[in-house]
Nanobody, 126 residues
Framework: QLKLVESGGGLVRPGGSLRLSCVGL????????IGWFRQAPGKEREGVSC????????GYGDSVKGRFTISRDSAKNTVYLQMNSLKPEDSAVYYC???????????????????WGQGTQVTVSS
């Protein structure tokens, strides 16, 4: 069974930074397109960022463009989401997800992804 484990969430002040990690257990993340999503209470799950299999293509939602960076570390079988200049509206549970589907570089559409992690909470507050 493909298992994704997120970590790195926590409480941070506005303007601060966090780095989220998504580790693949017993499967190679390089073989999959990876997406980061977030869901705040009462809101739909939102596609934040995605990265192609080779890492050559990276996509970002408008609300995080210029502040968040997605990357891969193949040696550690990990995908990161570096989050800078955090705002209170970034507070949510963050999930990573994987898909084996082909025909696109990456996607921020949740229905594309079949495998999800358990999520990690990010709270931005003073």
């Amino acid at each position: 069974q493909l298992k994704l484990v997120e970590s790195g969430g926590g409480l941070v002040r506005p303007g601060g930074s966090l780095r989220l990690s998504c580790v693949g257990l017993e499967f190679n993340l390089d073989d999959y397109v990876i997406g980061w999503f977030r869901q705040a209470p009462g809101k739909e799950r939102e596609g934040v960022s995605c990265i192609s299999r080779g890492g050559g293509y990276r996509g970002y939602g408008d609300s995080v463009k210029g502040r968040f960076t997605i990357s891969r570390d193949s040696a550690k079988n990990t995908v990161y989401l570096q989050m800078n200049s955090l705002k209170p509206e970034d507070s949510a549970v963050y999930y990573c997800a994987s898909t084996a589907r082909t025909g696109f570089s990456c996607s921020r559409e949740r229905q594309v992804y079949a495998n999800w992690g358990q999520g990690t909470q990010v709270t931005v507050s003073s």
